[in-house]
C-alpha cells in the first residue's frame, strides 16, 4: 500500500517570495510522483511529474521539485509566487502498474499575500 | 482535441436515492479513472476501466459501480446514497500502459440531502 503526506495542510506567502510545499510518501514499490495544482471550483491539473532520470522535475508555471529517494520525499518549489499562484496543490503517487490509480496527499492551500 | 468533460456539474439527490455520473474521456485515450474528493480532502480513487472492464479498485464499498462504453465513455453510478457520498466526483482520462499520465475533468458535485 502506498501513502502521501503533505506536510503543511496551509502555507502563507508573500508575492514574489519563494514557496517551498512539502510531500513525503511511503511504497513498497517504485512509484511516479506527481504534483496537481486545483484552482477554486475546477479539476486537477498536472504541474509536473518525476517518471525516472534526473531528480530535478521542471513542470508549468515555473515550479520544480526534486525527487529525493533516500528521504521518500519530493517537495515542490518556485523561486517567486504570484498572486495567481493562490490554489490548492495536491501531491500524488502512483505504481508503475497504473490499475491502482493515483494516491493523493490531502492537498496543501497556498495563499499568496500581497 | 477535446478534453476529458463530465456531467452535470451539480447535482443534489436525497438519501436512499441512486444517481448516475457521466465521463467522456479525453480523444485517443482508452482508460477512465473514477475519484471522491470529498470536501478539504484529496481526491481518493474509487476504480478504473480499461476496455470495458474494471481492472483497478479503491476501497468502496460495491454500491459504487461503473460502466465504460466502446467509444471509451463512462459512467459512475451510487445507489442507496448516504450524506458521506456527497464531494466532488472526478473523472480522469489515460492510455493504458501510461500509468504516468492521467488527464482530470472538472467533475461532478454531488450533494446529498
Known amino acids: 500500500a502506498q501513502s502521501v503526506t503533505q506536510l503543511d495542510s496551509q502555507v502563507p506567502v508573500f508575492e514574489e517570495a519563494p514557496v517551498e510545499l512539502r510531500c513525503n510518501y511511503s511504497s513498497s514499490v517504485s512509484v511516479y510522483l506527481f504534483w496537481y495544482v486545483q484552482y477554486p471550483n475546477q479539476g486537477l491539473q498536472l504541474l509536473l511529474k518525476y517518471l525516472s532520470g534526473s531528480t530535478l522535475v521542471k513542470g508549468i508555471n515555473g515550479f520544480e521539485a526534486e525527487f529525493n529517494k533516500s528521504q521518500t520525499s519530493f517537495h515542490l518549489r518556485k523561486p517567486s509566487v504570484h498572486i495567481s499562484d493562490t490554489a490548492e496543490y495536491f501531491c500524488a503517487v502512483s505504481d508503475r502498474g497504473g490499475a491502482d490509480g493515483l494516491t493523493f496527499g490531502k492537498g496543501t492551500h497556498l495563499i499568496i499575500q500581497p | 482535441e477535446t478534453g476529458v468533460t463530465q456531467s452535470p456539474t451539480h447535482l443534489i439527490k436525497t438519501r436512499g436515492q441512486q444517481v448516475t455520473l457521466r465521463c467522456s474521456s479525453q480523444?485517443?485515450?482508452?482508460?477512465v479513472s473514477w475519484y471522491q474528493q470529498a470536501l478539504g480532502q484529496g481526491p481518493q480513487f474509487i476504480f478504473q476501466y480499461y476496455r470495458e472492464e474494471e481492472n483497478g479498485r479503491g476501497n468502496f464499498p460495491p454500491r459504487f459501480s461503473g460502466l465504460q462504453f466502446p467509444n471509451y465513455s463512462s459512467e459512475l453510478n451510487v445507489n442507496a446514497l448516504e450524506l458521506d457520498d456527497s464531494a466532488l466526483y472526478l473523472c480522469?482520462?489515460?492510455?493504458?500502459?501510461?500509468?504516468?499520465?492521467?488527464?482530470f475533468g472538472p467533475g461532478t458535485r454531488l450533494t446529498v440531502l
Open positions: 480523444s485517443g485515450h482508452n482508460t
Open positions: 480522469a482520462s489515460s492510455l493504458a500502459g501510461m500509468a504516468d499520465t492521467q488527464y
